[in-house]
Structure formats: structure tokens, C-alpha cells
């Protein structure tokens, strides 16, 4: 055997021991915890945890009665305790299309913001934000009970939220909500 092929052999046994080397410690580092495989499934599902504001308003049947996750920003404050979550769609004339229009009730009336700490909403704040909570498919009038207000009233056509034309829809019941 000659130099060049004593050299040519040592080029590809380095080259052997590095690509097991680096085969040995990607395996390593992509182990899931506690032996627990990860498949693609469980991989999905560990991103995909909010359901898209347009999905709930399009098809609230599906989502009644879950408990769902969605993060957005607030576009417009309805009341003390609840607030809109508006997404536009794509198409129509300019591309302009429509609009998915969804109704956050919290449990109680939110603080002003000079009042909070943390990660807690302000009311009247206009920010992305978290929300936790059930979906609900209420009438105008299962409304005004959880709003806790008369949406014919004089005093409410004073907002611009247009709530008074509610005839049924879906609603947020929201556990948590807090800033992004």
C-alpha cells in the first residue's frame, strides 16, 4: 500500500466517525422527555391550541359548549364586563369581504387600566389579548341577561357597538383574559 491510499483511508474513517458522531448526538437531543415518542399529531396539537376567532362566529355548532382558547385584539368595548373580537375576511367588492364578529363576557367588570397589574386587561384598552372560556350560542335576550343590560334602551343606543340588532350568535364566556 502506498501513501496515497493509507491517506485516502484515514480521510474516509474520519469521515465515518463524524458522521456517527453527529448522528449519535442528533438522536440525543431529539428525544422526546421520559421516553414519550412525539409524532406529528402531538406536534400539531401542541401549536394549534386557539381556534381562529371566524371559526367560532362561522360555525358556532361545532364549538358549543367548549371550552376554547383565542388570541386576538379587542376592536371595540361593549360593556364594563365584555368586549368584540372582529376579524375581517377575505373578498367582496375592494377586498373588502365581511366580517367575523365575536362577543367576549367576562365573569366580572374589568378595572381600568390604572388599576391593574400584570398581565390583566384594562377596560377600554384596545390590545391583543388571550382568552380562555366556553362558547355559548345565545338570543338576544339570553344576552341581555349575561350582559346584565337592555339593548333597546335609550342609554344603550348611545354605544356604537350595534349590539340592539343581535337576534342570535355566538358568544365567549371567557375564564381568563389577559394581555399578549
Known sequence: MGPKVIFGIIVVVIIAVTLVIFTLLKGARDSSPAGKPKNAVEETLDVKKNIAVENIVN????????????????????????????????????????????????????????????????????????????????????LEKALGVDLDSSEFALDDSQLEKWEIGAVLLADTVEKL
Open 59 to 142: 360555525d358556532p355548532l361545532v364549538y358549543e359548549g367548549l371550552t376554547m382558547e383565542v388570541e386576538s385584539e379587542i376592536n371595540d368595548w361593549n360593556t364594563k364586563k365584555s368586549f368584540s373580537l372582529f376579524k375581517q375576511t377575505q373578498g367582496g367588492v375592494f377586498n373588502s369581504g365581511r366580517g367575523a364578529r365575536l362577543i367576549v363576557i367576562n365573569k366580572k367588570d374589568f378595572r381600568l387600566p390604572a388599576n391593574t397589574t400584570g398581565k390583566e386587561v384594562g377596560l377600554g384598552e384596545i390590545i391583543p389579548v388571550h382568552i380562555r372560556g366556553k362558547v355559548a350560542i345565545l338570543t338576544k335576550s339570553e
